[in-house]
């Protein structure tokens, strides 16, 4: 009896040994050949089309590999990479993809030759330990005082973004929207919350050049009563998360009314209700109230004749800023209020007409602790982009604010670790040297893709790279590629740096996804697509 | 033919066929998970029907995924899970000692020897072999040194992802169960893994994970004015809502008076109000809950310097409020009807304290008392850090069974050859048809060492051959004892003496990991009739609702 005997889902595609591993090799490259041209300074941009049928044109690796539709689960797996990259460091989310494919491609040579995996992955962590001690030792500290300095870098970092051209005014809004936002602890720790304290905004139309970082918040609001005053020295705050008007309750409630006069007195309850809740504000003498939910009419008559300015329906996260920057507490129950809860810090409430839509500003706060980076520009799609670049401009300046250490960009310090690593290969016994070394070579590739997208002499650029960091490692380390021309220079000179946390989390990322995945022999997908 | 004899709607397989497609079905399985045993084993990439990726080597997690069909294979399936619930390691070699038993039993049955004989030849052999493992295999633990338990985690990683970073983590590990040791009524020390809470953050290297003194939840203050630091913290631990009260569905007030619609108003926010206020005079400085805050209640807390985190995870929450010795409320009545708090079911830590971590925070409950400990694994991705987490879970279970029963036996193949040995010897002393089962159980059992060998590229036979040859001395000659605790050297591709070595199991895991292995072959052999109905066709719309 021949008959066959299934043991498994037969829907399920599998694949094993040789074919698993090819497939995931074959997968990996595709993706990075995908974003391979968005390194470097001469990075050309990607225009998706999503489903819903929006375009988005960038060259941020994170960005577009976060709409690509991928199905082979190693594909998905460098996706997830750019992502941990951007979570954590905001930087370099194309480098690392494209390290950890060049890495597991280094390897394939040796499973040809059937090499165990097990020797390959043992060989790529002890190059990685040796890797980051080499970052550390060509890293240099960077003085934070000295803005220029810091500028430069962080200049360098986005100067392959669109924003290039406008470089130098983007990274000032950025260094000045950290510092805004840095604060230490007691014990020393430091804390910079870019994702809740800087806030972007983007209004279209003006020029890029407009772009400022406001040392406080901006609100796309405008009062609530056009006879409310619109400029206030030193206000003094109140910030609300209750409505100003009258509100159900939670239970359901019903009311018999038999006779008239309780149909006006239900009606005037719900007067007296708003009316009292805006005497325990006014008794406070506030200058401008924020509420989170609605103000109604009545409420608003009585702030106006007491001149007191009022907006309505602010965000959450919004009303936190200004919590802030004013030192003011939230108050969910107006009869709660009381003196401390009012907030004094900020100079200066005014409501400007930009285009046509009214923005409030808080500015001239005492202790800025959040800011809004104010963005201009021709289109929308301009600004997304600007914005994805400013974000990672934000990050940089985080990176160096808490780590002030950097390493010399332009490949010159993969080209310095991936010399370093091949001389040290020479030390190791038995069959970990061949696939020590195909890593440290493999780090070549970022020098070798910024020559290509600059449209260089790879080939003739790379070997004279790698002959200026032979003759003298400890010199030449900072010698790499200018990205723009094509040429060999000091990366001293150029001005060119990375941030030594942004470099090491690439390594690290980079060549552990890459074990993670040369540890795989066996793939069985169940998709019923 | 036969089915339609019998009027079934469906197949039927009977005698030596049902056998033979059983076999092929578990040596199938065998298959798939035997390349990921032994520590040079790989690992598989299994995608789900929705595309979500996990690469793992655990062989309960890949025989879950692997969603087998043939009712054969899914008493393996569910052998490994056993495995994994009892012990927590050791899925895979269940699979395949299981698998290879009844490979030869098959082969008995087909040289005409009845399978009830092999079953009770293999129960024989099953229960001598316990029984050597207890009485001459097993090493007690205080006779070695004490590096013994970091070896045991070590051997237990061997096998996965975080193998090359073994010496870290196996520490990490060992730290953490002994944070979370109690002595229990009895006076034996427990080791509660479920106390350990496992966290994962993206970024940075897998050498960068930490063990946290305390428990780490992952949550953060409710609201921002809160203190993210609390000494001597006082922990509530509530299961209800703090929010304005409403009243359950389909409830309806109906007020006649419309003065009485703004007292309901008022109690309605008071309720809550007076609540917090009771919570917050026992004392306590930190809330922990399961349910939500509302935004009003987050006042009263922020006014009065307290620490709240809503939608913790029950469970979290229930470990918690034992490490801390507080109780967890479900709500604040009392049996006077009325509502208080008691101060008796707030916990006390040292500290709590709100932590960042990549690009999350996390709330950090310190305990000086050392009850509980957490571990936070960073890592490239997710499908790394999911394996990860498999990995140090398996070795914690690993660990705490070899604390918790104070024996351990060589690994690397040792146990099976000796078993081997000494089953063959038992199997001599038979003069029944019992004694080809058991020797072949003892054939079996070769197939650990075999298969670890296989794994490693060597050349399996001749290293075999030479570990029984040890195994033999040292049960023939009684000064060569030591030749006991021989096992393999898989990088070397030696023999060596695995206690020396630190290579370590539980004697607790081999001895169920035999226990199951047999029974589930046992099953499987008792099988002769195999009956698969033709599952109902889905009836066409026309003939909805008549009934053939």
């Known amino acids: ?529 | 033919m036969s089915n339609k004899v019998l009027m079934i709607d469906g197949d039927r397989i009977s005698g030596q066929d049902v056998r033979n497609q059983n076999v092929t079905a578990v040596t199938a399985i065998a298959n798939i998970v035997k390349t990921s045993f032994g520590p040079i084993g790989l690992d598989k990439m299994l995608v789900d029907n929705i595309g979500d990726v996990t690469i793992t080597n655990d062989g309960a997690t890949i025989l879950k995924m692997l969603e087998v069909e043939h009712p054969a294979a899914k008493v393996l399936v569910q052998l490994a899970d056993l495995q994994d619930q009892e012990v927590g390691d050791g899925t895979t070699s269940v699979v395949i000692l299981a698998a290879e038993l009844l490979k030869r039993a098959n082969e008995l049955v087909q040289r005409k020897i009845h399978p009830t004989v092999i079953i009770s030849g293999y129960r024989i052999a099953c229960q001598e072999a316990i029984k050597y493992i207890n009485e001459e295999l097993a090493i007690k633990v205080d006779t070695l040194p004490k590096d013994f338990i970091v070896n045991t985690a070590k051997t237990s990683m061997s096998s996965k992802t975080i193998n090359d970073d073994s010496d870290f983590f196996s520490k990490m590990v060992v730290e953490a169960i002994n944070r979370v040791k109690t002595i229990d009524y009895k006076g034996d020390a427990k080791y509660p893994v479920n106390s350990i809470n496992i966290l994962k953050a993206h970024g940075k290297s897998a050498k960068e994970s930490i063990l946290v003194e305390g428990y780490a939840l992952n949550c953060t203050v409710a609201a921002e004015g809160m203190p993210k630091r609390v000494q001597n913290a006082k922990i509530a631990f509530l299961d209800f809502n703090l929010a304005k009260t409403k009243m359950k569905l389909g409830q309806k007030v109906v007020v006649t008076n419309v003065n009485d619609l703004e007292a309901i108003r008022d109690r309605e926010n008071d309720i809550i109000k007076e609540r917090i206020q009771l919570i917050i005079k026992s004392g306590a400085n930190v809330v922990l809950t399961t349910k939500g805050i509302d935004d009003l209640c987050l006042k009263y807390f922020v006014e009065a310097g307290c620490m709240a985190v809503r939608r913790c995870k029950k469970e979290d929450l229930k470990r918690i409020a034992k490490a801390c010795g507080g109780t967890v409320l479900i709500t604040l009545a009392n049996l006077d009807g009325e509502e208080s708090f008691d101060p008796t079911a707030l916990g006390t830590a040292d500290q709590v304290s709100q932590d960042r971590v990549a690009d999350d925070e996390l709330i950090v409950v310190k305990n000086s008392n050392k009850k509980a400990a957490s571990i936070i694994l960073r890592g490239a991705n997710s499908l790394m850090l999911d394996e990860m987490e498999r990995s140090i879970h398996d070795s914690l279970c690993i660990v705490k069974r070899a604390l918790e029963s104070g024996t351990i036996v060589p690994g690397g193949g040792a146990v099976e050859s000796a078993l081997s040995i000494y089953l063959d010897n038992v199997a001599a002393t038979m003069g029944s048809r019992k004694q080809l089962a058991i020797s072949e159980f003892a054939e079996s059992l070769l197939v650990i060492p075999k298969q670890l060998a296989v794994n490693a590229a060597l050349d399996a036979t001749d290293l075999v051959a030479k570990l029984r040859s040890y195994h033999h001395v040292a049960q023939t000659d009684s000064t060569k004892k030591s030749y006991a605790h021989s096992g393999l050297d898989l990088f070397a591709g030696k023999v060596k003496n695995n206690v020396e070595a630190g290579v370590l199991e539980p004697a607790v895991a081999k001895v169920k990991c035999i226990k199951f292995a047999t029974e589930a072959a046992i099953t499987i052999l008792r099988i002769d009739d195999m009956i698969t109905l033709t599952p109902k066709q889905a009836q066409g719309d026309d003939h909805a609702g008549h009934g053939h």
Not at chain 1, 495 to 504: L, P, Q, R
Request: proline share 3%; with cysteine.
């Open chain 1, 1 to 529: 009896m021949n008959s066959p005997v299934y043991v498994l889902n037969t829907a399920a595609k599998r694949e094993n040994q040789r074919e698993a591993q090819q497939g995931i090799f074959l997968a990996v490259k595709a993706i990075s050949s995908i974003i391979k041209t968005c390194l470097g300074p001469k990075a050309m941009l990607k225009m998706i089309l999503d489903p819903m049928g929006t375009t988005i044109c960038t060259n941020d690796g994170n960005a577009i590999l976060r709409e690509i539709d991928v199905t082979h689960p190693a594909a998905k797996s460098m996706i997830e990479l750019s992502r941990a990259q951007d979570e954590n460091v905001g930087d370099g989310t194309t480098s690392v993809v494209i390290l950890a494919s060049e890495i597991l491609n280094s390897s394939e040579q040796f499973l040809e030759k059937k090499i165990h995996p097990h020797y390959i992955i043992k060989a790529f962590r002890m190059a990685l330990d040796n890797a980051i001690d080499i970052v550390d030792q060509y890293s240099v500290p960077i003085d934070l005082n000295k803005k220029d300095e810091v500028l430069k870098v962080i200049q360098s970092c986005i100067g392959t973004k669109f924003i290039g051209k406008w470089g130098s005014l983007m990274c000032n809004l950025a260094l000045d929207a950290v510092l805004t936002v840095h604060i230490q602890d007691e014990d020393g720790r430091s804390e910079i919350d870019i994702k809740r304290y800087a806030k972007v905004e983007k209004i279209p139309g003006g020029d890029i050049s407009d772009c400022r970082v406001i040392k406080g918040v901006m609100l796309n609001k405008d009062v609530t009563h056009p006879k409310m005053r619109r400029v206030i020295k030193n206000p003094r705050i109140i910030l609300l998360d209750c409505s100003l008007e009258y509100k159900k309750g939670e239970s359901d409630t019903m009311v018999d009314i038999t006779n008239e006069d309780d149909f006006a007195a239900l009606l005037k309850i719900e007067e007296e209700y708003v009316q009292r809740i805006c005497e325990d504000i006014i008794k406070l003498k506030p200058d401008l109230v924020f509420t989170e939910k609605g103000v109604s009419d009545l409420a608003q008559h009585f702030f106006v004749k007491k001149g007191i300015t009022c907006l309505r329906r602010l965000k959450k996260s919004e009303n936190n800023r200004i919590a802030r920057i004013s030192g003011a507490t939230i108050v969910s129950r107006t009869d709660e209020l009381q003196e401390s809860d009012v907030g004094t810090g900020c100079g200066l409430f005014e409501i400007r007409k930009i285009g046509d839509e009214y923005f409030t500003f808080l500015e001239e706060c005492k202790e800025p602790k959040a800011c809004t980076i104010l963005l201009r520009g021709a289109s929308k799609d301009i600004l997304n982009e600007i914005e994805r670049n400013l974000t990672d401009a934000l990050n940089v300046a985080r990176n160096i604010v808490l780590d002030p250490r950097l390493v010399p960009g332009g490949g010159a310090i993969e080209m310095a670790v991936s010399q370093a690593l091949s001389e040290k290969s020479k030390s190791i016994e038995g069959l970990y040297q061949l696939p020590y070394k195909a890593l440290a070579q493999s780090l070549e590739v970022i020098p070798r893709i910024l020559g290509q997208n600059c449209g260089a002499n790879t080939v003739k650029l790379l070997t004279e790279l790698r002959a200026k960091h032979a003759s003298n490692p400890t010199e030449n380390y900072t010698f790499g590629i200018d990205g723009d021309k094509g040429t060999i220079v000091d990366m001293k000179d150029l001005g060119v740096w990375d941030t030594h946390s942004v470099k090491i989390q690439t390594l690290k990322t980079s060549i552990e996804n890459a074990c993670t995945l040369l540890r795989v022999d066996h793939i069985s997908s169940t998709s019923n697509i």
